[in-house]
């Protein structure tokens, strides 16, 4: 019996995907850590929409240069 094996590379728009729902879930944790010290809704709220907001860009671009990076990947034949 022959397995067959799939060669994938990763897609602008699963990165994309990958990179919004996990600036969610940051978004929803950073908001209770950022209320929980400041006792402040808007001071809160801009804080998180801050530092998510050029952390979601770092965080696609991470991802674009790693696909890219070799070390730790096995050959697919």
Request: aromatic fraction near 14%.
């Amino acid at each position: 019996m022959k397995i067959k094996t799939i060669k994938s590379t990763e897609k602008h728009r699963r990165s994309i995907t990958k990179s919004v729902t996990y600036r969610l879930l940051s978004i929803t944790a950073d908001s209770v850590v950022a209320y929980f010290f400041t006792r402040d809704i808007a001071l809160s709220a801009g804080i998180v929409l801050l530092v998510n907001g050029y952390s979601t860009f770092l965080y696609y671009f991470h991802e674009r240069i790693w696909a890219h990076i070799h070390w730790g990947k096995q050959n697919i034949k």
